[in-house]
């Protein structure tokens, strides 16, 4: 081969190497894949800090409640059973779509004018699901009416619940975060067949702890 042969044969030797270099980078790019985020970790990209930080303290919240509230009603706190005993928790929480009689007890307080324990009288609440299968809780009745989202959890016999409180007459509750003040954060938990509750830890009411029950609604209504 003489010497003009081998000039233009270098440009194409340099083509052909860079190509190959290409092609190679494009195959090592095309392996690259990104992990997808836990749907258990989205509710953490949701919640503020501060519900973050209630949660996290749940079981101390259960602890000085009940501390608080045993020496003079003990045998109310029994009488509730699985209720109000931290950590029965079952598998498959998530509730069924439809209506529930509900009912709450606050437990503990952070104030001295909150009673240390209470019992409200019952209401309806309704639980919704859309067609992405997201879950939401709304109280139907009551001055105070907390509504929200149920999110998966890191924990597989829990829900995230994050929402925020309709007061009065208000149609609709605010979107969780709109207004701190009544952001409201806690757990749901199915805790025997056909029963769940929501806990709620140091709750901006007063007290430690407020526990919702949940059992639904014999006559459901059609559609």
Known sequence: MNAKSWIWLIPALALAGGCDTATKRARSAATVTVEPEPASDAWKRVATASDQDRIDRLGLAWQAALTDAKPKFGR????????LKPGPALSRPEPTPGSYNCRMISIGKTEAKVPVFQKFKPFFCYVLSDDD??????????SRR?????????FPNRMIFLGSLALADE???????????????????RIAP???RLVIPWP???????????????DQPEG
């Not at 109310?76 to 209720?83: F, P, Q, T």
């Not at 901006?204 to 014999?218: H, I, N, Q, Y």
């Open 76 to 83: 109310d706190v029994a009488a509730e059973g699985l209720l």
């Open 194 to 196: 056909f029963k769940w």
């Open 133 to 142: 299968g997201v879950l939401t809780i709304v109280k139907q009745t009551g």
């Open 204 to 218: 901006r009411s007063g007290a430690k702890l407020e526990v919702f029950e949940l059992t639904p609604v014999a």
């Open 146 to 154: 907390p509504a929200g989202r149920l999110w998966e959890d890191d």
């Open 171 to 189: 149609k609709e509750p605010l979107a969780y975060g709109e207004d701190p003040a009544r952001d409201t954060a806690g757990i749901f938990e």
